[in-house]
């Protein structure tokens, strides 16, 4: 079976040594390290597993199923369903569990105590502490690590038999100035590929993927300098830009929080500047602020 996750093996076979008796799972690592990946890897696992068939699965997705209601009537409703075929269990996945409010954590005790004999949960949050202790107690927790681009990318053109020369090299400075995830860098240099195989020069490939995925490198490292400096006229000059080449507030966000993961060597002082940046971006996004004039005013409480 081929995963989709690169780089946990001994997460893997973790899993698979976990199958004859599986517990409650608690998945944790940083933004962008593949969680949710992880997660769709261990449902493959679930669905070949001999010993406990897998009945089936609720997913709670980040976006909506976040309420006590979801928890007293989907989850509870999910939970007495009598089983159809013995040695099987049904799983309830629960992703971004950082935004699970505290009533809705502490409403899963009950099930998961009760009907341990049926069901499992999982857990996947960015960092431990954002599930309470009465529910993490009884979970196992597995913490994946952050693979970066540079791994992915060897892996990637070995696999695709992408020639050792100076093409590589673009490739991979192709994915760094557009902040590619791990994910996407798979998806780039299959495309890359395809290219090739259509007689199309390697240089000449290099050149169609900047046309079909125009970087913000330059704008968004030019932000990262002033935001560094703490110059305004030129913070607030890269914001403009951005916004002028089509870039809205969370493409920008995006392209900060990826610069700063892939090249984690900078001052925690002007570290801490960025992230607060875009942490109040990401609170102005949710309350409908996405205008330019709203990346305006997080400048003015960034420097304030």
């Known amino acids: 079976m081929e995963r989709r996750l690169y780089g946990q093996d001994s997460l893997f076979q973790t899993i698979n040594e976990l199958m004859k008796d ?11 390290c593949g969680k949710t990946t992880f997660l769709d890897d261990i449902i493959d696992i679930l669905r070949k597993e001999e010993f406990f068939k897998l009945d089936s699965i609720l997913w709670l997705s980040s976006e909506k199923d976040r309420g006590i209601h979801t928890i007293r009537d989907k989850v509870n409703d999910f939970c007495k369903r009598s089983h159809s075929k013995p040695n099987t269990l049904r799983w309830i996945i629960i992703d971004d569990a950082d935004t699970l409010p505290l ?3 502490q409403a899963l005790r009950r099930p998961m105590e009760t009907f341990n004999h049926l069901t499992r949960f999982i857990f996947a949050s960015r960092h431990a502490g954002h599930l309470i202790e009465p529910l993490r107690s009884r979970c196992l927790t597995l913490e994946l690590e952050h693979i970066g ?4 990318i060897k892996l990637y053109t070995q ?4 020639p050792e020369t ?4 673009n490739l991979f400075m192709f994915c760094l100035q557009n902040f590619c995830s791990i994910y996407e860098i ?11 195989l259509k007689g199309i020069s ?28 703490k110059d305004e006229d030129k913070i607030r000059s890269s914001i403009t830009s951005l916004y002028l080449n089509g870039y809205l507030l969370d493409d920008i966000l995006l392209s900060v929080e990826k610069s700063i993961k892939i090249f984690p060597s900078i001052d925690p002082t002007i570290r801490f500047r960025i992230l607060k940046f875009t ?3 990401w609170i102005s996004i949710q309350q409908g602020k996405e205008h330019w004039l709203d990346a305006m005013d997080i400048v003015e409480q960034i420097l304030n």
């Open 22 to 32: 599986p517990p409650h799972l608690f998945i944790t690592g940083p933004p962008g």
């Open 103 to 105: 009533i809705s954590q």
């Open 149 to 152: 681009p540079s791994d992915i």
């Open 159 to 162: 696999k695709y038999e992408i």
């Open 166 to 169: 100076n093409v590589a090299d």
């Open 186 to 196: 798979k998806s780039i240099i299959r495309l890359f590929k395809t290219f090739l």
């Open 202 to 229: 390697p240089e000449e490939s290099i050149n169609k993927l900047y046309n079909l995925l125009p970087s913000s490198h330059s704008f968004t490292q030019a932000l990262i300098t002033s935001l560094s400096s």
């Open 279 to 281: 942490m109040l971006g």
